[in-house]
């Protein structure tokens, strides 16, 4: 069972649209990887180049306490790579790391891959 606890309804409103989109594959890795799944705060980093994501997830995981999740989103590349290895690195839970495509807001685009990353923050940090 996914929770979505966020204070900002339309953050709350994002997180659950983006969750609504991913594959039943990764919504059963989900499951498999824990049944209860917190989702406390929020990481917009789109249209940011990296190391934004990555610090603001930083300080996200600041405001969640053990056993809770910080939902990621992020269109450069890198913050996917970099997260991952910062998860390893910190001995958090990258629960997901996915890609989809939207529709982009520049004109020149067809798509933007957008970047999924659930991360859970464990009781060592």
């Keep these: 069972m996914i929770n979505i606890s966020l204070e900002n ?5 994002l997180v659950q649209s983006y969750i609504d989109t991913l594959s039943n594959s990764d919504l059963e890795s989900l499951k498999a ?3 209860q799944l917190t ?3 929020l990481v917009d980093g789109r249209g940011m180049a990296c190391p934004m994501p990555l610090l603001k997830t930083k300080v996200a995981l ?5 056993s809770e999740s910080v939902y990621i989103l ?10 991952a290895a ?3 690195q910190a ?6 790391s996915t890609a989809t495509n939207e529709e982009s807001t520049d004109s020149l685009e067809k798509l933007d ?5 659930i991360i859970t923050k464990t009781n060592g940090n």
């Excluded at 001995?91 to 997901?96: E, K, P, R, S, V």
């Excluded at 891959?113 to 990353?117: A, G, N, R, S, Y």
């Design 33 to 35: 990887a824990t049944p």
């Design 9 to 13: 309804s339309e953050h709350q409103a």
């Design 62 to 66: 600041r405001s969640v306490q053990p």
């Design 86 to 88: 910062f998860c390893q």
């Design 39 to 41: 989702i406390s705060a």
């Design 74 to 83: 992020a269109t450069d590349p890198n913050s996917q790579t970099d997260l």
């Design 91 to 96: 001995g958090l839970q990258l629960l997901l």
């Design 113 to 117: 891959t957008i970047f999924h990353l």
